[in-house]
Structures are given as structure tokens and as C-alpha cells.
């Protein structure tokens, strides 16, 4: 019969309370020794076992355990064949144990718990694979084990279905949840631009929830030996930021290289905000010569600042340093070419937007103004000489915006400038002028609502035209109070980035768009969507200089999306007095994804299912019109296709339709070897070509064989 879990008191104390539950119980009074038998369970404490038999011996205070036995503790739990647990001080040897852990099964020929905190394993295997018969496994002699912080065996050999393939005489597994410092596992090979090579062989230190480091070297047998650090850090709402530093001895020629690059965002309680960004490089060729990642090889500029932001009344407050040093400069072929430029400082001030007269309640309320000042030192480093200029604005705007009669909106605005300078071109300290100008803005919104079309319930066709006039005077005052022409200030004043002065005169600027929206249900579901939107702009000015027409050429955007995957694009300019097209642009794009069973076989089983795929197409095509030199007619290809639910292929192409060849193109197969993957990439491009094999444990993808050979 089922003995219901009650509480014995035993006369022993260490044995304290237990309660069971089994089949059947042989309990001996005079010994107090008992045994269950069937379906047995005890519990002791937060001690759980359960198994065919168990038995219990008060003399040595021990419980031995047969039969499938199951024993949990702490939250872990291990199984085994044989199990005894010694009550005093709890320990436990199992023989023939298997536990798992953190997504791991260990197994052994004899597990010791010498506490909670340490194991002693003989004959120990580890691995993720949940067949009966495993497919791979790491084999120690000899293994401790302190849960939630690191395994030591010694020797380890990994075995892939009975072989040995890999042997090493002692090693250290961090076991540890989350963050955790160890050795990484490096990548060993051979490419015929490297040779023999030792890659990614270094340690991780994991510091804390909020700071890692990662130190690596590589060690090629013919090109070079390099070491690279990577620190990141991040405390929500505080700060974040990382370093990276790599240093490179490279053997032919003989040299040494290297690169520094850091970030760091620090914001204090009261809104002050710190930006800093570093890039310094050994030469101007060693991200195209060094870099993996094809975006950090086409970077062509090395920016530095260092930025602090604060918000100060109701304006804010912004101070920076910055320095960007183009690595595409090349003296000898442009004259006096731009190698270097350093903002030494940049500091503005800025007043937000508030109304004038905040107690009024008439139009007045809708009058608006803000100021802005603006202190700047440039210096730009060319080849013939090096130039330093500074300067300091003040900028003050006045708005105000009204609709009538609900549908017109009427929005003028006037804007003055002053600025002074260090010095002007001649070298005379202080130079200095004071400009204006005045705008205005008339628009309005018009639609209408159709029945229904193109799938949807009703479409909604909105026009949104508007005309901008702006003037600004042909004269501006100087320091000394002269009125002087415009068309001067390019003798006189430096060119300071910001600081320019505007041209005069008047201008129009006409802008009409239009916007077709439709609307739909589907199943409870109200779908908005914007089927196709036109802007057609121009502007005029009525005063032309010698040689200029009077209108600009007219520029047209169009955008169709019929669907959620396909967009159409065309942009143009058309010269209103030759009726010539300037430029013309059509971008195309076409994602598509779902689901096929073409590659299912007839003898897959029921539930097999359809194979995912996906593909994504863009195309560019712009014509050679008016100013540019060749035309551009380009396709991008993607796509991906689950051939199996184990076999998968995917495919990048960039091609050139009018040069007929292809710019890059790359092709990925992978394969699913349930606890395992293989990945094999080939890919072929003017800068680059060459392939890269991997296979590596699901689970653990730093358990991996691989193989590659590229430039890179």
C-alpha cells in the first residue's frame, strides 16, 4: 500500500525530521533502521531523494539509495545507480552519476559532494548533446567542481563520436551564471598569407555587472605579432563607454603598428552630460590595410572631441574640442590640399523658443523668440601653410505663427546677426558686421475622401501646398557703422565655418505635396498606410545675377508603396528653361519572405512542414545627366532558403548591371548537427576573396573547429 509522507522522530539527533512516502516500509524497532521499498521518496531538510529502495542505517547515519535514484538540493539535482548520503555532514558519493547544469550534463564513474560548494568526479564527462548516446563530450580523469563559479580537471580530452580529436593536460571551465573571468578559446589554422596561425588566444576578465576586459594576441608564423585590449563599461543612467587598443608587429617589411580608440558618456544628477571620442592611428592606411569589418576599412576620417552639455535657466549650454584628420589627404596630387581640422573650442548658448509677451491673451501670445551665441576657433592644417581664425555670434529670432479661418497658416519670422573676429584676411584685428533678414510662410491643407480602391475601404488624397518669401538686404553694417555692399565680405572676412554671411535679396520658394493614404479592417484590425506621397519644389529668385535664371531647376520626389514589400522610388530635376533633366534617380526595393515545401520529400513524416525562406532585392539606377559624370545602375541580391530543417543556404550579390560583372558576392551554408553547426562562407570581391569554415558547439559557440583564409 502507499504510505502517505509523515514526520518520524527519531531518537538519533542528527536525524532530526524526515518525512517519506513509499510502497511499502520495513521498519526495525529495535535499531531503528527502516527501508522503503517502491516508489520510495524522503525528504530531509531542503534534502530530496527519491528512488526504487532506499534504506537507512542509524548506526553509520547513512542513506543508500538503488534503483534510478534522483537526489536535489539547493536547486541542483544529480542522478545515478548507487547513492549514499552521510546525514552529519552531508556529503554523498554516487557512483555512475549524471546531473545537468546550466544547459551542461556531467556524468561520472564516482561523484564525492564534499559540500554543497565542492565535488570530487573520477572519470567525469561533460556535454550539451541530449541524445541517449552522445555525440560529443570533454573527458577528465579527474575533476573538482565548485557549482555557480569554475570546474578544474586535468587531463581534458574532447572526443566528436568515440574519437579524441583534441588533448590538453589541465584546464579551468567557468561555470559561473552570467559575467565570468577565463581563458578565451583560440582559433588555430593555417592560410597561405599567414601561415600557420594562433588567433584570439588570450583572457577575459569579467569585473563585475558593469566592467569587463578582454586582452588577445595573434601570432601568424609569416605576417605578424599582435596584442589588442578591449575594456567596456556601463552603469545605467551614469555612464557607458569602452577602449580598444591594438598594437601590431608586422615582419615584412619590419614595423610596428597600432590603433587607439575610445568612448565615454558620463551624465551627472543634474543633467550635465560629458562626451569623449578618440581615434589615433599609427599611419593613414591602417584601417583599410588592418580591419575585418568592411565598414571600419572605407572610414576615411580620424575624429577626436572631447564635448560637455549642460542645461542652464531655459537655454542650454554646450562646449566642445574636436579634431578630425582625413586619412584620404594626399599632398601631392591636390593643391594645398585640407589635411587636418581642429575646433579649439566650440562653445554656444542657446535661449529655447518662449513667447514674448507670456500674459497675453489676445494674438500677441503667439509671438515667439529665441537667441543663440556662438563662440568658435578653427584651425585647418593644409600643405602650404596652417590657419587659425576665431570668431564669436549672437543670433536672435522672432516669430509668429496664426491659421485662419482654421485653414490658412501664416507664419513670418525676422532674424538678426552679428558676429566678430579675431582678425580678417588682411590681418586687421576685430573685424565685424551686422546683417538681418525677414521670411515668411503661407500653406494650407487640402484633401478629399474616396469611397473605396486599390483594396482599401476609403483613400484619402491630401495637397499641401506653400510659398516661403525671404529678403535679406544687399548691405551690411560693419565695426565702424559703414554700410557696406555684400558682395565685399568674401575679401575681407575669414570663412569660419557658421559664421557665414547670407547673400541678399529676395527669394520664393514654392514646395506642393502630395499624399495618397489608404485605410482598411481586417479581422477587428484597422490598417493605415501611406500608398504614394509626390513633392514637387522650385524656387525664384526675381533679381538673377549675370548668367542665372531666374527659377531654379524643378525637383520632383516620388515614392509608391503598394504593398508592405515593395517600394518605388524616382527622383529628378528638370530645367524649366531647356526642359532638360539634370539628374534622375530610381530606387527599387523588394522584400518578400515565407514559407515552401518545393524541397520537401515525399518521404518526409507528417509535420515535417514548409521550409522558411526570405529574399530581399534593391535596385539603383540613376541616369548620366547634366553634372555627373557616369550613370549608376546597380542590384543588391539577399536571400536565404531552409532547404531541410538542418540544411540552410544564403546568398549576398552586389552587382553592375552596365559594367556586366559583379562588385561582391557571397554565398553561406549551414547545417544543424544537433548539438553541433557547420558554417561554410565563400566570398569573392575586388578588396577581398576567400572563405571561412566553422563547426561549433550550439550551446557553447567558443567550442569550435574553423579554418579561413582571406587578406583579413
Known amino acids: 500500500m502507499l504510505i502517505p509522507v509523515i514526520a518520524l522522530l527519531s531518537a538519533q539527533p542528527p536525524m532530526q525530521t524526515m518525512g517519506y512516502s513509499a510502497d511499502s516500509l520495513d521498519y526495525r524497532v529495535e535499531s531503528g533502521a527502516f527501508s522503503l521499498l517502491g516508489t520510495a521518496a524522503l525528504a530531509y531538510e531542503d534534502m530530496d531523494l527519491s528512488a526504487d ?103 581534458i580530452v574532447l572526443y566528436v563520436e568515440d574519437t579524441p580529436v583534441f588533448w590538453f593536460p589541465y584546464a579551468v571551465f567557468p561555470i559561473r551564471r552570467g559575467r565570468t573571468s577565463g581563458f578565451t578559446i583560440p582559433t588555430v589554422g593555417q592560410s597561405g598569407r599567414d601561415g600557420k ?137 591636390i593643391e594645398n590640399e585640407l589635411k587636418a581640422m581642429f575646433l579649439l573650442p566650440d562653445v554656444r548658448y542657446t535661449l529655447s523658443s518662449a513667447p514674448l509677451f507670456p500674459r497675453a491673451d489676445s494674438g500677441l501670445k503667439n509671438f515667439y523668440w529665441n537667441t543663440s551665441m556662438r563662440y568658435l576657433a578653427e584651425r585647418e592644417i593644409r600643405e602650404a601653410a596652417d590657419r587659425y581664425d576665431a570668431g564669436f555670434s549672437v543670433s536672435s529670432e522672432l516669430t509668429w505663427s496664426e491659421r485662419f479661418f482654421g485653414v490658412l497658416a501664416f507664419s513670418p519670422r525676422a532674424r538678426a546677426t552679428g558676429v566678430i573676429y579675431d582678425r580678417d584676411l588682411q590681418g586687421e584685428p576685430y573685424p565685424a558686421w551686422l546683417h538681418g533678414s525677414v521670411s515668411t510662410t503661407l500653406g494650407t491643407d487640402l484633401f478629399g475622401v474616396f469611397g473605396s480602391g486599390l483594396g482599401f475601404s ?84 526675381p533679381r538673377p545675377g549675370e548668367g542665372v535664371n531666374r527659377f531654379s531647376p524643378v525637383s520632383a520626389g516620388l515614392e509608391l508603396t503598394p504593398a508592405e514589400q515593395l517600394s518605388i522610388r524616382a527622383d529628378g530635376a528638370l530645367d524649366p528653361y531647356s526642359g532638360d533633366m539634370e539628374n534622375l534617380t530610381f530606387t527599387t526595393s523588394l522584400r518578400l519572405a515565407g514559407y515552401d515545401a518545393s524541397f520537401t520529400p ?48 544564403s546568398y549576398q550579390g552586389y552587382y553592375d548591371l552596365d559594367a556586366g560583372d559583379f562588385l561582391s558576392q557571397s554565398y553561406t551554408i549551414t547545417k544543424d548537427l544537433e548539438s553541433w553547426e557547420a558554417l561554410f562562407t565563400r566570398h569573392v570581391s575586388s578588396i577581398d576573396s576567400g572563405f571561412y569554415f566553422r563547426i561549433n558547439v550550439k550551446v557553447f559557440p567558443d567550442i569550435k573547429v574553423e579554418q579561413h583564409a582571406s587578406r583579413f
Open 53 to 155: 529502495t532506499i534504506r537507512y542505517d542509524p548506526e553509520r547515519e547513512v542513506l543508500t539509495a538503488t534503483g534510478e535514484p534522483v537526489i536535489s538540493e539547493g536547486g541542483e539535482s544529480a542522478s545515478g545507480d548507487v547513492m549514499m548520503y552521510h546525514i552529519p555532514s552531508r556529503t554523498a558519493r554516487t557512483d555512475y552519476a549524471r546531473s545537468w547544469y546550466d544547459r551542461g550534463l556531467y556524468t561520472g564513474e564516482r561523484v564525492v559532494m564534499l559540500s554543497r560548494h565542492e565535488f570530487n568526479a573520477q572519470g567525469a564527462r561533460f556535454s550539451t548533446s541530449e541524445r541517449d548516446t552522445l555525440d560529443w563530450w570533454f573527458w577528465a580523469a579527474s575533476m573538482k567542481v565548485f557549482p555557480n563559479d569554475k570546474a578544474v580537471a586535468r587531463p
Open 197 to 333: 596561425y594562433i588567433r584570439r588566444l588570450g583572457y577575459y576578465f569579467g569585473f563585475s555587472d558593469y566592467v569587463d576586459l578582454q586582452l588577445q594576441t595573434d601570432i601568424t608564423e609569416k605576417t605578424r605579432f599582435s596584442l589588442s585590449a578591449r575594456e567596456r563599461h556601463r552603469l545605467r543612467y551614469v555612464h557607458s563607454g569602452d577602449i580598444r587598443l591594438e598594437w601590431r608587429r608586422e615582419y615584412d617589411p619590419l614595423r610596428d603598428r597600432w590603433m587607439a580608440d575610445l568612448g565615454h558618456v558620463h551624465e551627472l544628477r543634474d543633467g550635465t552630460a560629458f562626451r569623449l571620442q578618440g581615434s589615433f592611428l599609427s599611419d593613414r592606411q591602417y584601417l583599410e590595410d588592418t580591419q575585418g569589418d568592411p565598414q571600419e576599412r572605407m572610414n576615411r576620417e580620424a575624429r577626436s572631441y572631447l564635448s560637455v552639455t549642460r542645461a542652464l535657466g531655459r537655454g542650454s549650454f554646450q562646449a566642445a574640442v574636436d579634431g578630425t584628420r582625413y586619412l584620404d589627404a594626399d599632398p601631392d596630387s
Open 458 to 541: 476609403s483613400l484619402r488624397h491630401t495637397v499641401s501646398p506653400s510659398v516661403t518669401w525671404s529678403w535679406a538686404p544687399e548691405n551690411y553694417v560693419d565695426e565702424s557703422g559703414a554700410i557696406m555692399p555684400t558682395a565685399t565680405a568674401d575679401s575681407i572676412y575669414p570663412s569660419l565655418g557658421g559664421f557665414g554671411l547670407p547673400a541678399g535679396g529676395n527669394l520664393y520658394s514654392f514646395l506642393l505635396l502630395n499624399r495618397l493614404e489608404g485605410k482598411r479592417s481586417f479581422r477587428g484590425n484597422v490598417e493605415r498606410r501611406t500608398l504614394a506621397t509626390l513633392s514637387l519644389s522650385t524656387t525664384c529668385n
Open 602 to 649: 515525399d518521404s518526409a513524416p507528417q509535420g515535417f512542414g514548409k521550409m522558411p525562406w526570405r529574399l530581399t532585392l534593391s535596385h539603383t539606377w540613376s541616369l548620366a545627366l547634366g553634372s555627373l559624370e557616369s550613370g549608376l545602375n546597380k542590384i543588391r541580391f539577399n536571400a536565404a532558403l531552409n532547404l531541410t530543417p538542418s540544411w540552410g543556404v
